[in-house]
């Protein structure tokens, strides 16, 4: 039998797993890395998170990247050169955190890589016939298994979609196995570049609140990643607009805000996925230079300012909020008691936070609560999806594709 198989095996067979978990998002902004043990599978699964760093991309990096990312037409030859590079990329960061952490890589069981993606292409924005639904992740796992010399799964996505799922959002199943609660109703929310959230009704519903949707997951439209493309183009040296300080000083631009929440993403029905595709910033631009048309008619050709940065990103930030807010009105019943726990880069804007908490009427609360490190939960997710194929019983949640997934790549 091929040794590394043998491995694998005596892997699921054990009582417990150590697993590196990667994440990088559609906001180019750095790879998390987060290293856990895992004793047991499915229901009842105990993860300890004993490392965790993220590794913000250089400029060097991120040119690479953005070329190819999110866009329908592309270099080709370069996605392919990216896609081998990146995994090696990816493998060396691990081993220097490892080097960091004084960890043997012979310690490390597994990993998990989430990988980058460059397109996701669910049927209802493509609507182009005979194709279903698509997506791409890139950073080759093969380069990192050969690399670290560990066992390597990646390319999670593709197994949804083959089952009938859009590829996203994945949190579902981790958040399922890791945070329902008896007692208590949660709403997981992670505000990354798209914002998702996961419903956990209480294992133990409460039936004076009548019968509530089942666990599901769906992107609620942009996160952080109109701001941050945003910031990047009109502030210079800036990723993003850090503690809100731009967004703070603007106020909301009433008639940008109309416009941009007439995307037809909005009316779709529940379930659903997105991305940066969609959540542009060629799109916000069109709009802007629509709503500056339409100003400069009414006001007969007289010469107005342009509209101020900060005001357009006070109104993105409420364009965020109110993609989420209204995702949770439509798909939860009201008078539900019920709390949030949020994740993601998002949770560090106040003006977000503040806005969420002053439409919901409930405190934003991290899922440090949930004893999960915020920014490390989108790592940990994948290092748990990976545990769940290698050893996990089949997860069955009502309405989604109950499949073990990620592809293997071995060492040697």
Request: hydrophobic share 40%.
């Amino acid at each position: 039998m091929n040794k590394d198989l043998s491995r694998l095996l005596e892997i699921a067979k054990a009582p417990s797993r150590l697993i590196i978990g990667l994440m990088s998002g559609t906001s180019l902004d750095g790879l998390d890395i987060a290293l856990c043990r895992f004793q047991g599978s499915g229901p009842g699964t105990k993860m300890a998170l004993l490392q965790f760093k993220t590794v913000s991309y250089p400029p060097e990096v991120k040119s690479r990247l953005k070329p190819i990312s999110s866009k329908p037409m592309v270099d080709l030859q370069e996605v392919t050169l990216i896609n081998a590079w990146l995994g090696t990329y990816f493998a060396e960061l691990i081993n220097v955190a490892l080097a960091e952490w004084d960890i043997d890589p012979k310690q490390v069981d597994l990993i998990a890589s989430h990988g980058q993606t460059i397109f996701h292409a669910p049927f209802f924005q493509h609507q182009i016939e005979p194709y279903g639904n698509a997506t791409l992740q890139i950073g080759d796992g093969d380069h990192i298994a050969v690399k670290t010399g560990i066992i390597t799964l990646s390319d999670f996505r593709q197994k949804h979609i083959a089952a009938g799922g859009e590829g996203a959002p994945l949190a579902l199943y981790g958040d399922f196995l890791m945070f329902s609660d008896p007692e208590e109703h949660r709403v997981l929310l992670n505000i990354g570049g798209i914002a998702n959230f996961t419903w956990l009704p209480a294992l133990k519903q409460d039936i004076q609140q009548g019968p509530l949707p089942k666990v599901f997951s769906t992107d609620t439209g942009s996160g952080n990643t109109l701001m941050d493309q945003y910031v990047q183009k009109h502030f210079p040296g800036k990723q993003y607009d850090e503690d809100a300080q731009i967004a703070l000083s603007g106020k909301v631009h009433e008639t940008l805000l109309e416009r941009l929440l007439d995307l037809p993403f909005f009316k779709l029905e529940f379930p659903k996925t997105t991305g940066p595709e969609v959540f542009s910033l060629s799109h916000l631009e069109q709009v802007i230079a629509e709503v500056e048309t339409q100003r400069l008619a009414l006001s007969g050709g007289a010469v107005q300012m342009e509209l101020a940065p900060a005001d357009v990103l006070t109104t993105l930030a409420q364009f965020s909020t109110i993609g989420i807010v209204r995702a949770l009105r439509a798909t939860i019943p009201p008078g539900t008691t019920y709390r949030v726990y949020v994740s993601g880069g998002g949770m560090h804007n106040p003006l977000l936070i503040r806005n969420l908490e002053n439409e919901l009427g409930k405190k934003m609360e991290s899922t440090a609560l949930l004893e999960l490190d915020p920014d490390a939960k989108e790592a940990v997710l994948f290092a748990l999806l990976a545990n769940e194929c290698i050893s996990g019983p089949e997860i069955s949640i009502e309405g989604q594709p109950a499949v073990a997934m990620g592809k293997i790549s071995f060492p040697g």
